[in-house]
């Protein structure tokens, strides 16, 4: 449930090691709650509202079963009315260079598991299994230069 995801978030980030000074979130409301989630944990931690990290635009395959599109999806077909693997990670690839200023802060994007399998390629790290909810994963970008 969701109670017990944000309950499970809040005991996450309170445990680590070294908590984040800003927030990042797309602007879709499920992302926004769970970064408010988060900053009510850590008290007064910034917090910056990017749209270009929502997850991908799926069209006319919005809101259908998981099971129905998964391996079309994998298969590199695009979603009519939606964007492209291509387009979607050009578009996490950019808001990324637009936050490599902030990247010295310690960030906490909150976002989808999309957005989430994007920046772990983005990182160099291995694909895997996709994220579980409220997962927490630590990517680092020390190397990465605005294209």
Sequence with gaps: SQKIEGRMTRLAVKALAEPPDLIVTSDLQRAQDT???VRTALGAVDLVVQPAFRERRLGEWNLQPIAATELLLASGHTPPGGES???F????EAALDALLPLLPRRVLLVGS????????DCAGLPARQPLDNAELIELRFADRRPV
């Design 35 to 37: 970064a408010a989630i």
């Design 85 to 87: 693997a291509d387009d």
């Design 89 to 92: 990670r050009e578009r996490i």
């Design 113 to 120: 598991k999309g957005v989430g399998r994007v920046l772990r």
